[in-house]
């Protein structure tokens, strides 16, 4: 019983509706975080210094202890917490222009 509905799920299914790419986009979910956001996210990260965005990275968006994300890079915790603070004013003074954020 259990295999008809994996088989049935499995197939592709007709649709009687003309523009099945329409309906399909508008049956996906709104306002959840996904690819605009991200490439908004990338190009606002993207002038970034490497080792700053990667402090930043590390511990603002995985959430790794300042110590773990330290040991993570081989450096100094002092480092790490001086390139995500850099970093952090950077990403204020870009978004603070208005226009400065790069498109990828």
């Not at 306002?31 to 700053?52: M, S």
């Not at 040991?71 to 208005?98: F, K, Q, W, Y």
Request: hydrophobic content about 45%; glycine content about 6%.
């Amino acid at each position: 019983m259990i295999d008809s509905y994996r088989r049935a799920a499995a197939r592709p299914r007709l649709s009687d509706v003309q523009d099945w790419q329409l309906a399909v986009e508008r049956a996906q979910p709104r306002g959840l975080p996904g690819f605009d956001d991200a490439v908004a996210l990338l190009g606002l990260l993207a002038p970034l210094p490497d080792e700053r965005r990667e402090a930043f990275l590390l511990t603002q968006l995985l959430g790794l202890p300042y110590a773990e994300a330290a040991e993570h890079i081989n450096c100094p915790v002092g480092a790490i917490r001086s390139r995500v603070a850099r970093a952090r004013a950077t990403l204020v003074d870009l978004l603070a222009e208005g226009g400065a954020v790069p498109t990828l």
